[in-house]
């Protein structure tokens, strides 16, 4: 895939049963195609401007399994399975850290590094088979 040459780290929040807390598994990818875009909304009280990505993840570069999000809920054993879901946390690079809580990953990369994932396309049957996701 084109420019496909960014890293990421993907953090795949989900309740974990034993505990009954909120936890996340960590997933480093790279050859990523990452794309920034400022968007600006017209609201009654001014403009808005916010940044927008949209990053293309090449099928074949993951090292785990994807998974859909109501699938990966469902495993007992989410070792090698990662899945695309809204909400789930994005750092531009990689991050070191296996289990933080999306604030712990706002104070250490700052804005504009974590993304939230705010929507989610599969292009995988298309002639570059890819994730599509965008965030802000």
């Known amino acids: 895939m084109k420019n496909a040459t960014q890293d990421i780290t993907l953090y795949n929040y989900?309740?974990?049963?034993?505990?009954?807390?909120?936890?996340?598994?960590?997933?480093?990818?790279?050859?990523?195609?990452?794309?920034?875009?400022?968007?600006?909304?017209?609201?009654?009280?001014?403009l808005a401007a916010a940044d927008v990505y949209t990053l293309r993840i090449p099928e074949a570069v993951p090292t785990a399994r994807y998974v859909t999000p109501k699938q990966f809920q469902a495993l007992e054993d989410k070792t090698g399975y990662f899945t695309l879901s809204e909400?789930?946390?994005?750092?531009?690079?990689?991050?070191?850290?296996?289990?933080?809580?999306?604030?712990?990953?706002?104070?250490?990369?700052?804005?504009g590094t974590v993304l939230t994932i705010t929507g989610v396309t599969d292009d995988r049957g298309k002639r570059a088979p890819h994730w599509k996701v965008t965030g802000k």
């Not at 909400?87 to 804005?111: M, R, W």
């Open 87 to 111: 909400a789930d946390k994005i750092v531009l690079g990689c991050a070191k850290e296996e289990t933080p809580t999306p604030a712990q990953l706002e104070s250490a990369y700052g804005n």
């Open 14 to 46: 989900y309740l974990d049963p034993v505990t009954g807390y909120d936890t996340c598994q960590r997933l480093y990818i790279q050859g990523v195609s990452v794309f920034a875009q400022t968007k600006v909304e017209v609201s009654k009280d001014g």
